[in-house]
């Protein structure tokens, strides 16, 4: 079984120096990791918390935080590169269609978000899914008019606000073969 350590940053926002009462706690976190290891057990992952800080608030417009790859390195860049993969929880943002966001192949440090939706189950799946991002996993493109591909709507990998949690066997043995999962040491 891989195990893989995580420092989590509590990210608050705040416009202008006003700070918004933040969605994410440390406590609510360990239960959304709940569902997160659920649903990587498959593949013998399991994911820990190393450290859970509560960041000083990012002050940042409403208007320029719904670019994920933007936010996600305004909030990368806060804080130096170590041997964890960070994971900044953060509130729900306005116009932002993706649940999170990644830094494909781990680079340049293992990062992602992922923002708040009121649901413990919502919240667990949309860090799982960017979970699986940094361990090399691409988006699950479906036409939903083949019926062929129905199988395909439940995976947790499928683009857009889905709730699937399969994963297929090709996606298990990429997971296990990843830099991320590698450099656990097992």
């Known amino acids: 079984m891989s195990s893989i350590a995580l420092k989590l940053y509590i990210t608050p926002f705040a416009e202008k120096g006003v700070r918004e009462a933040e969605k994410w706690s440390c406590e609510t976190a360990k239960e959304a990791l709940n569902v997160v290891n659920a649903i990587w057990l498959k593949a013998n992952v ?86 699986g991002h940094l361990m090399g996993l691409d988006h699950v493109e479906i036409d939903y008019a083949d019926e062929r591909q129905a199988a395909l709507r439940s995976n947790l990998m499928t683009k857009g606000l889905s709730m699937g949690t399969d994963l297929t066997d090709k996606q298990i043995g990429r997971v296990k073969g990843s830099k991320l999962v590698s450099r656990s040491g097992a």
Request: glycine share 4%; net charge negative.
């Open 46 to 131: 399991v994911f820990v918390i190393k450290d859970c800080i509560t960041d000083k608030p990012l002050d940042m417009a409403k208007s320029a935080r719904n670019n994920d790859r933007r936010l996600l390195d305004v909030l990368s860049l806060r804080h130096k590169p170590d041997n964890l993969v960070h994971i900044y929880l953060v509130n729900s943002i306005e116009n932002l269609s993706a649940g999170g966001g990644s830094y494909a192949n781990s680079d340049p440090e293992p990062a992602s978000f992922i923002q708040w939706y009121s649901a413990v189950d919502a919240n667990g799946r949309a860090w799982a899914h960017e979970l």
